[in-house]
């Protein structure tokens, strides 16, 4: 199953936003920063409103997690910049990047601001958010499909299923100090989400799965790691809470990676509609 993204595609996008949805469209002022998320990873998961965005932005501002397929799309004369932060390696520091937003729309530019997923999902949109406002710059957030929806649906696992849960829990495995997030009410979540999809899990997954272990979840309980998802080199890894640890270990996931804890992963038997690289360590 092909996920890449071609020319014929982008000028298919364009076609239709210019036959039905460019006259609705919001005009991209100078000036105004837009922030925007770019979903998960293939490119046909962006929304029209990012599209337009990426071929009127002046300065276009993207982190690591948005591939070069869908900052393709930006129109020609539009300045890339790189803002990514991927663990361990030299970044640029939050305060800089909300600092170089400001000073581009000061300039009068139409800048985007382009994130992974969603931007108001564990994407510290809500913090540059809050500094746009406090400058007094006129911003506007553009939604995008965040990786625990859209990973799982490309991993054939329903995030709900109403024989199985009507709860899921997102929560990540690394807070702002680099720890797990102390603020988590771990035995509250093991107890009352029957489905909990973990952003970030990879670095402290034995602490997490210990926790919820601790906290009465059974050991055979499934588990799947979804990694790269949505992007060609998607492989999904199928095992159970009390193994995941050493399956993950043996097995290497690829960052960046989704963990997902709950019966609805059993689904995959059926429903994996996609088929690229399956690992099972069952
Ligand atoms: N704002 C993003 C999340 C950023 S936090 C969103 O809404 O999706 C970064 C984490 O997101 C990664 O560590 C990983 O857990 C998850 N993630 C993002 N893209 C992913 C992808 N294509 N496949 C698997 N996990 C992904």
Redo the contacts with the bound molecule.
């Keep these: 199953m092909a996920v890449r993204f071609l020319f014929k595609d982008f000028y298919f996008i364009t076609s239709i936003m210019e036959k039905t949805s460019f006259d609705s469209m919001p005009e991209f002022s100078g000036g105004h920063v837009w922030l925007a998320?770019a979903?998960?990873?293939d490119p046909g998961l962006i929304t029209l409103l990012c599209a337009h965005a990426l071929q009127h932005a002046d300065v276009v501002v993207y982190?690591a997690?948005v591939g070069p397929a869908i900052l393709e799309m930006a129109g020609p004369k539009a300045v890339m910049k790189y803002a990514g932060k991927r663990g361990g390696k030299p970044s640029p520091k939050q305060p800089d990047i909300t600092l170089s937003l400001i000073e581009f729309a000061r300039e009068g530019k139409r800048v985007l601001r382009l994130?992974?997923?969603?931007?108001?999902?564990?994407?510290?949109?809500g913090e540059e958010a809050m500094r746009l406002a406090e400058a007094g710059i006129p911003y506007r957030i553009i939604p995008?499909?965040?990786?625990?929806?859209?990973?799982l649906a490309y991993a054939g696992i329903p995030l709900t299923h109403r024989d199985h849960n009507s709860a899921v829990t997102f929560l990540?495995?690394?807070g702002a100090s680099g720890e797990v997030p102390e603020n988590i009410n771990w035995r509250a979540i093991a107890e009352g989400s029957p489905v909990i999809v973990?952003?970030?899990?990879?670095k402290h997954l034995p602490n997490i799965t210990e926790k919820l272990l601790s906290a009465g979840r059974e050991g055979n309980e499934p588990v799947a790691f979804?990694?790269?998802?949505?992007?060609p080199k998607?492989t999904v890894l199928e095992t159970r809470l009390s193994r995941c640890v050493d399956d993950a270990g043996a097995t290497g996931i690829e960052?960046?990676?989704?963990?997902v804890i709950g019966s609805v992963v059993s689904f995959r038997e059926h429903l994996d509609w996609l088929k690229p690289h399956t690992e099972s360590a069952l």
Aim: net charge positive; no cysteine; charged share 10%.
């Design positions: 998320g979903g998960p990873g982190d997690l994130k992974g997923g969603d931007p108001f999902v564990f994407g510290r949109g995008g499909i965040t990786a625990g929806v859209g990973g990540t495995g690394h973990i952003y970030m899990a990879l979804i990694s790269r998802a949505t992007l998607q960052p960046p990676a989704l963990v």
